[in-house]
């Protein structure tokens, strides 16, 4: 053996003679020259260096490990040293691992890079497994457990263990718990302890378990097959019932859309008689007026940007509302008592509408930048995570149905706008300014599209044309529901959604919207006024 396959043995007899226990200090001398024997040797031999490296406990040693399983380890030619290095123009900045100071640029021929092979990668990430178990900080330890729970390596049982015994974290110990069951499966022990670790195992639950239960089943004994196979099976009907709940989940969301799409809808259409057909085409003036807020306060006010889009809900309301007054004066007024001339007039105002969106904002679509406290998910489960965006869509759904409810029917205006819909020539006679009643209904109806599409650009992206996606099913919802009925039209948009979801789960997408839709046409057909009928005076 040369002297140069000697060096990697000789450290490693230093690191076990000298080397410092867990998480404690070593002299930079001697982690120098343990970091420059990792390039020596063949990639066995870097395996030995690499665990005498590992075997000091120095926490410096963590991120020079890491780095050589990542490939981007370096060694300066000349010299031996390894170094971490920076691309700087046409050379590379070198940094000492263990001192962390600048030994200045080299030309990139200057240096090699250390080759690592799969076999050295996966003892590296045991290595620092090993390492990182007993660190102080929690999220380096956990991370550990993960990793020595992904490679399940024989090797780390020991160090496991006491790393157990130490460990007051409950989710680590879990964690370490569930990782010591897989190893358990690759070792020697008993098949009685064997089926105890698969139960663990299984207890544990999630899609991980399965993959560790499915690898241990092809290598296991005949004897020990049937507890796996059993403890899979559980795991598999766990996960069937966690399938449903997140379907269930799919359809109150998808619900949530449709209702904040369809209330506004049902103002103008179920209160007013107006078939409103630009109704899409008003939900994107709220995303539009989003969009452009964002814009602003990017520009101009970039410290309130985490709050731009609760700044733009309001705002998306009052342009909305004030654009649904002015077409109520100007169009609608004049139509009332004709629905098919109201549909006729609003599908080319939603002409008009989208040609406007198109020539200011361009025919591509936009989105908004979700700020930071959006993004994310809420992990319910291992099956189930929640979007945090639409966690927000549904709360404002809610708070907006609440709104319109004690608006229509808890307030002064509201009991005047009941009585306009039930009899509109007593409602006058008794004093009530009805053409007031029609102008700010029309505006409320089209202030809550507004802020729906407000809330849309949280989960989408907006164009001239999408608001054409919603008008069908917006306009589906209201009828199903029945015409002026708030209930209805919140009956519906669940009843809707969460069919459509259900069929989703057994069939495709486009098969479960053709067959939601042919049996809402069946029950129309028997119950022409929808599931819930505001009986009106004539």
């Known amino acids: 053996m040369n002297a140069g396959r000697l060096i990697p043995i000789i450290a490693l007899l230093l690191a076990l003679a000298f080397g410092a226990p867990a998480q404690a200090q070593t002299d930079d001398a001697t982690l120098t020259a343990l970091v420059n024997a990792l390039p020596l040797g063949n990639f066995k031999e870097r395996e030995v260096a690499a665990t005498a490296l590992a075997a000091t406990g120095d926490p410096r040693a963590v991120p020079v490990l890491q780095t050589l399983t990542d490939g981007e380890l370096y060694v300066i030619e000349a010299s031996g040293q390894v ?16 001192t962390a100071s600048s030994l200045g640029e080299f030309a990139k021929g200057d240096v090699e890079k250390v080759k690592v092979n799969n076999g050295l990668r996966r003892a590296l990430r045991t290595l620092i497994g090993q390492m990182t178990l007993l660190s102080e900080n929690r999220g380096t330890r956990l991370a550990a457990a993960l990793s020595v729970l992904r490679d399940a390596s024989p090797d780390t049982l020991e160090l496991l263990d006491s790393a157990l015994a130490a460990e007051a974290d409950p989710e680590i110990k879990t964690v370490m718990d569930v990782a010591r069951a897989a190893i358990v499966l690759k070792t020697d022990a008993s098949s009685a302890e064997k089926a105890a670790a698969a139960q663990r ?3 544990w639950g999630g899609r991980e378990a399965i993959t560790i239960l499915t690898g241990a089943l092809a290598e296991a004994p005949a004897d020990l097959k049937p507890a796996i196979e059993a403890a899979i099976d559980s795991l598999e009907r766990t996960r069937a019932v966690w399938s449903v709940l997140q379907n269930v989940w799919y359809g109150i ?11 506004g809808l049902a103002i103008t259409f179920g209160v007013m008689g107006v078939i409103n057909m630009a109704h899409g085409e008003m939900v994107m003036l709220g995303a539009y007026t989003t969009f452009v807020v964002q814009e602003v306060i990017r520009t101009s006010a970039p410290h309130l940007f985490d709050v731009s889009l609760v700044i733009a809900l309001p705002l998306a309301f009052l342009v909305d509302g004030a654009v649904g007054v002015a077409i109520e004066r100007s169009i609608i007024r004049f139509l009332y008592g004709r629905p098919l001339d109201t549909l006729l007039a609003t599908w080319g105002l939603s002409l008009i509408l989208q040609q406007a969106y198109r020539s200011i904002f361009g025919a591509r679509e936009v989105g908004v930048e979700l700020p930071q406290w959006m993004l994310g998910s809420w992990q319910v489960t291992d099956a189930i995570q929640i979007p945090i965006n639409g966690m927000f869509v549904m709360a404002l759904t809610v708070l907006i149905t609440i709104a319109v409810s004690y608006v229509l029917f808890l307030s002064r205006w509201g009991r005047q706008v009941r009585a306009v819909v039930q009899n509109r020539v007593m409602a006058g006679a008794v004093g009530i300014n009805t053409e007031k009643v029609d102008r ?17 650009t949280m989960i989408g992206s907006t164009g001239p044309t999408a608001g054409q996606l919603y008008i069908v099913d917006t306009f589906l919802v209201v009828v199903f ?15 809707i959604s969460q069919a459509q979801s259900t069929m989703e789960f057994f069939l495709s997408g486009s098969m479960a919207k053709v067959l939601t839709l042919l049996a809402i046409v069946a029950i129309l057909m028997m119950r022409p006024q ?3 009928a505001l009986k009106v005076r004539k």
């Not at 529901?481 to 009843?495: D, E, N, R, V």
Request: proline residues 2%; hydrophobic residues 55%.
């Open 201 to 203: 195992i299984a207890e």
């Open 253 to 263: 969301s998808l619900g949530s859309v449709l209702l904040l799409a369809a209330i």
């Open 530 to 532: 929808g599931l819930f």
């Open 481 to 495: 529901g029945g015409a002026a009925s708030l209930l209805g039209t919140i009956a519906s948009a669940f009843t």
């Open 83 to 98: 170094v971490f290095v920076e691309t700087s123009g046409a050379g590379v900045l070198a940094t000492d691992p263990v």
């Open 440 to 456: 700010y209904t029309f505006g409320l109806g089209c202030g809550i599209a507004g802020i729906a599409g407000s809330a849309f």
